[in-house]
Nanobody, 124 residues
Framework: QLQLVESGGGLVQPGGSLRLSCAVS????????IGWFRQAPGKQREGVSC??????STSYADSVKGRFTISRDNYMVNLQMDSLKPEDTAVYYC???????????????????WGKGTLVTVSS
């Protein structure tokens, strides 16, 4: 059973940076597309970024393009977040879907494995 554990959240001032990490265990990361999602209070969970199982394809929500960068190595998927804004405040989750189910990330309700989330607060 794939397990995902997020880390790296915290309080940061507007314009600052944070690096989130998603540690993957229980199966080879190579077989999974990994996405970062976020959920702000009172809002629906939304997709932030995705990286394919091979690492060759990435995508970003328009709201974070040019500010966030997703990357992966053997056991970790990272989300580098720069130029943070108050509207980036949310609980951030990583999620996975096997490459035999989908060739890229799916909307939140289609992702199969989830971490418990890490809170990011952007405030002065």
């Amino acid at each position: 059973q794939l397990q995902l554990v997020e880390s790296g959240g915290g309080l940061v001032q507007p314009g600052g940076s944070l690096r989130l990490s998603c540690a993957v265990s229980g199966a080879a990361l190579d077989y999974y597309n990994i996405g970062w999602f976020r959920q702000a209070p009172g809002k629906q969970r939304e997709g932030v970024s995705c990286i394919s199982s091979s690492g060759s394809s990435t995508s970003y929500a328009d709201s974070v393009k040019g500010r966030f960068t997703i990357s992966r190595d053997n056991y970790m998927v990272n989300l580098q977040m720069d130029s943070l804004k108050p509207e980036d405040t949310a609980v951030y989750y990583c999620a996975a879907v096997h490459l035999t189910v989908a060739t890229f990330c799916l909307p939140a309700d289609g992702m199969r494995f989830w971490g418990k989330g890490t809170l990011v607060t952007v405030s002065s």
